[in-house]
């Protein structure tokens, strides 16, 4: 017998499904799902909770007419493949191939795009009042996790559609999981609710017992009515949801299609803003995911049969900042760690072992994480405050304002900085440079390879002032660490080759594309000096400004866009000191960098070691006689 899923062309052939044909589909899904994300990498175990509750919501729904708001987005790959995407989810993440997250460019039933956090109420929100003020008629429900709740952006829209008042359904993923475990107030209030459902048994209890309170007329029934309101509070504290103007109804078993559907069929009429709260298990009906749900959030490629990863991990500067901290806190009881929500990501789980009293989880709140370090700061601790590049963007207020204005030592260690690869535009941490380049206060430094990243931290808390050391995600450049660390003083550069023919200024991970283009110039008889800048601001003007002046031919390399970075500051200096030299700034282009292996982008934009050459080439074709060497064209003898 065929599959079921063989006949699912679009979410309009679920409708004659019944549920224990569905049951058969998630099956189906969930085995397309581990083998998809055991070979290109994914985020695992957020999907498989989802399977039963995205075929349910597809079920009720008019999709596309009626909207589905996806929260991060991470959690789409059921959606996708009912969607008319089942042929191409092999593709998935991979370069031209399906995005990992949802996209209106990719299908019209992706509606709003995501990637990060706690967007997806405010988004909803906005499609609920266009559509009213449009006159038109549809069903729009955002999809969010308990993790992704934590966000204050997700108050913020909650506080506001309870105030319109507009037809709007939430559907609460709840899981109990962020990346880790949830953290904060709100998870503990969410699984009080879990927990005790008689909570709800016993307002419904008293809500129709009020109801039925004998007497007739208008005066009765008002009464009755603040009875029940002022009962609310006495059986249900807190009511967070109602009070904040939504229905809420749940909790509800979300592996349960019968009820899914009965519950989604029948909130679809109801006025106002309703959230449904649905409990889930994230990695379900894969046992290594089930087990590891974290470690299954977002994974390389593994093997299906034993749940392990496929390459072996090489050092990572991930793993750098992380013992540096363990080795930090243990020297120095200022030093404090913050993340927002991202504990292994940032390579913090360690510190949060050893060092649990000054170890910070604020949730996915990077404006607070920020604020709380500058809190902190002043009080005479050492925060360092891990958060990716592009989960920064967030906190550009809160770094200007509460950081950099009052001159607070907050150390940021800005992970994931340039492109990350396969989670594509939503992630590449290609903007920081240029975010906080122009911050007064504010050092801002990156590091050639892993053991540079040590030294920079190291030399990051000698400066008594905010610092921002930005690194890539992924394998460093294989140098190792060595065990003493060297202070590097403010802000000096480095020249780690000589060469007479032209000048490579590279910042970051484009030191070594610089050395890569350097060696294969060599082979052409063409000599470049390179320099590891260390620092965008403040330059090196001293050794920059002097090397401004001895070559005619500089190239800056950096992994940021070419907007606002490193070659823009190149650039500023030299007009400041009225030298006008030649410089070719390679960098990311004026537009958003789609997903696929960090190489292939890098091939894709000439941003490697072969396109820099090409582009210098192009640039001063002179160059091909220098000094005595003759280049060989290709095909020349
Ligand atoms: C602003 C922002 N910060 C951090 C992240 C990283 N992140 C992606 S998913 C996730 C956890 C989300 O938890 P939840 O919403 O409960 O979804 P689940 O994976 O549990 O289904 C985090 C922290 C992000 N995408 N956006
Ligand atoms: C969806 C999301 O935002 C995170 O899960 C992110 O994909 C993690 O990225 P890393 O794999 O680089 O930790
Ligand atoms: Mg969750």
């Known amino acids: 017998m065929g599959r079921i899923l063989d006949t699912i062309d679009s979410p309009s052939d679920l409708k004659n499904l019944k549920v224990p044909q569905l049951e058969e589909l998630a099956g189906e899904i969930r085995e397309i799902l581990v083998n998809t994300v055991a070979e290109n990498g994914g985020h695992l175990a957020a999907n498989l909770g989802v399977v039963e509750l995205t075929l349910a919501l597809h079920h009720v729904l008019d999709t596309p007419r009626d909207k589905i708001i996806w929260d991060v987005g991470h959690q789409c790959y059921t959606h996708k493949v009912i969607t008319g995407r089942k042929n191409e989810i092999h593709t998935l993440r991979r370069f031209k191939g399906l995005s990992g997250f949802p996209k209106v460019e990719e299908s019209i039933y992706d509606v709003f795009n995501t990637g990060h956090s706690s967007t997806s109420i405010s988004a909803a929100l906005g499609m609920a009042l266009a559509r009213d003020l449009q006159r038109e008629r549809f069903r729009i429900v955002a999809v969010i996790g308990d993790g992704a709740l934590t966000g204050g952006m997700a108050f913020e829209a909650l506080n506001h559609a309870g105030h319109q008042g507009c037809d709007l359904t939430v559907v609460l993923n709840d899981n109990e999981m962020s990346i880790s475990r949830n953290v904060g107030a709100l998870s503990t209030y969410l699984s009080n609710l879990r927990s005790d459902p008689?909570?709800?048994?016993?307002?419904?209890?008293?809500?129709?017992?009020?109801?039925?309170?004998?007497?007739?007329?208008?005066?009765?029934?008002?009464?009755?009515?603040?009875?029940?309101?002022?009962?609310?509070y006495l059986i249900v504290p807190g009511m967070l949801f109602e009070e904040l103007g939504f229905t809420y109804i749940g909790p509800i078993d979300g592996h349960n299609l019968q009820d899914l559907i009965t519950v989604l069929g029948k909130t679809g009429g109801m006025k106002g803003p309703v959230l449904i709260h649905v409990i889930t298990q994230k990695g379900r009906g894969y046992e290594p995911a089930l087990a590891k749900p974290d470690e299954f959030h977002g994974i390389g490629p593994f093997n299906v049969d034993t749940g392990l990863p496929l390459k072996p991990a090489s050092v990572t500067y991930t793993q750098v900042f992380g013992d540096f901290m363990v080795q930090r806190a243990s020297q120095d009881p200022r030093v404090v760690a913050i993340t927002a929500a991202m504990t292994s990501g940032t390579g913090l789980s360690d510190f949060a072992r050893r060092f649990p009293d000054r170890f910070f989880d604020v949730g996915i709140c990077e404006q607070h994480a920020v604020t709380l370090a500058a809190g902190m700061a002043r009080m005479g601790l050492r925060p360092v405050v891990a958060i990716y590049s592009t989960f920064l963007q967030r906190a550009y207020d809160q770094i200007v304002h509460d950081v950099c204005l009052q001159n607070l030592p907050v150390v940021f260690a800005v992970d994931r900085a340039g492109l990350v690869g396969e989670d594509g535009p939503t992630h590449h941490g290609v903007f920081d440079l240029s975010y906080l380049r122009h911050v007064p206060n504010l050092v801002v430094m990156a590091p050639s390879d892993e053991n540079e990243l040590a030294d920079m931290l190291y030399s990051a808390f000698s400066y008594d002032m905010p610092v921002a050391v930005r690194y890539p995600r992924g394998s460093g450049e294989g140098v190792g660490v060595k065990k003493e660390r060297k202070l590097i003083h403010l802000p000096q550069a480095r020249i780690i080759r000589e060469g007479r023919n032209m000048l490579f200024l590279g910042i970051g991970r484009g030191v070594g594309l610089a050395l890569r283009a350097a060696e294969i110039l060599q082979e052409q008889g063409i000599e470049a000096s390179v320099v590891d800048a260390r620092f965008v601001k403040p330059l090196d003007r001293e050794l920059l400004g002097s090397l401004l002046r001895q070559f005619e031919r500089v190239v800056t390399v950096e992994d940021n866009v070419l907007h606002g970075g490193f070659g823009s500051a190149v650039l500023e200096m030299a007009a400041d000191l009225r030298r006008h030299c030649n410089i070719l700034r390679v960098g990311v282009p004026d537009r958003f960098i789609e997903h696929g292996s960090v190489d292939a982008l890098f091939d894709e934009l000439g941003m490697d070691a072969s396109g820099i050459v090409a582009k210098v080439m192009e640039t001063w074709p002179e160059l091909t006689r220098t000094g005595g060497w003759r280049i060989l064209r290709f095909g020349e003898k």
């Open 198 to 232: 008689a909570y709800f048994r016993r307002k419904a209890e008293i809500e129709s017992w009020v109801q039925r309170i004998p007497g007739i007329g208008p005066n009765i029934v008002r009464v009755a009515e603040k009875l029940k309101d002022s009962l609310k």
